[in-house]
């Protein structure tokens, strides 16, 4: 079993739906949970971060975490072709700090 | 702050050549790593460090050496490029536990 599980996708969205990526990790005493974004060719770039189990919202954006099920998953509201990307999502797994674990990513395909 | 800079952009080297990826952060961050991602696939760690003179391996680290005199700058170097070496690569910062900033990648080709 891998540390950070994603569906490679891709995921085809309608533009204005919503976009729900999903995120599996291996380790209950992780803390630091994190989604990215990546367009091809670019290098990743920090969506959102989460650290309590929850919401998080911010703009289109909605990171949801749940510990005891020990997943983490990303909604996208509104998607628009733009948001067509690859999403990566990376944990700190267990309680040490020095380094991030990430999933294989989740390709999205937001379609006019 | 410039964040995460990384040179050169692109390199193509020949089978058996030497070369050093550089990577400085002005951010002060004590972790720093290396990644390499292969068209299509995920990030592999190569090496990181947690501060200035501390260096581990990540899952992928033959062929490749670092070294982290400064808090700011961790080289990458590759001895005797190989055509598998073919790949771009990410450098990146972060303060423990905390988001991790990429640099904008280096595209390396090797024939």
């Known amino acids: 079993q891998k540390e950070v599980e994603q569906n490679s996708g891709p995921l085809s969205v309608p533009e204005g739906a919503i976009a729900s990526l999903n995120c599996t990790y291996s380790?209950?005493?992780?803390?630091?949970f994190f989604w990215y974004r990546q367009y091809s060719g670019k290098s990743p770039e920090l969506i959102m971060s989460?650290?309590?189990?929850g919401d998080k919202e911010d703009g289109r954006f909605t990171a949801q975490l749940n510990k005891a099920s020990q997943y983490v998953s990303l909604l996208i509201r509104d998607s628009q072709p733009s948001d067509s990307a690859t999403y990566l999502c990376?944990?700190?797994?267990?309680?040490?700090?020095?380094?991030?674990?990430f999933g294989g990513g989740t390709r999205v395909l937001v379609k006019p | 702050n410039a964040g995460v800079t990384q040179t050169p952009k692109f390199r193509i080297l020949k089978i058996g050549q030497s070369m050093t990826l550089q990577c400085t952060q002005d951010?002060?961050?004590?972790?720093m790593y290396w990644y390499r991602q292969d068209p299509g696939m995920g990030l592999k760690l190569i090496y990181y460090?947690?501060?200035?003179?501390?260096?581990d391996k990540g899952e992928v680290p033959n062929g490749y050496n670092v070294s982290r005199s400064t808090t700011e700058d961790f080289p990458l170097r590759l001895e005797l490029a190989a055509p598998s070496q073919t790949s771009v690569y990410f450098c990146?910062?972060?303060?423990?536990?905390?988001?991790?900033?990429f640099g904008p990648g280096t595209r390396l080709t090797v024939l």
């Open positions: 990146a910062s972060r303060v423990e536990r905390g988001e991790q900033f």
């Open positions: 380790d209950r005493v992780s803390q630091s």
């Open positions: 990376a944990v700190n797994i267990g309680t040490a700090g020095n380094k991030l674990t």
């Open positions: 951010m002060n961050h004590n972790y």
């Open positions: 460090s947690v501060g200035a003179g501390i260096t």
């Open positions: 989460i650290y309590s189990n």
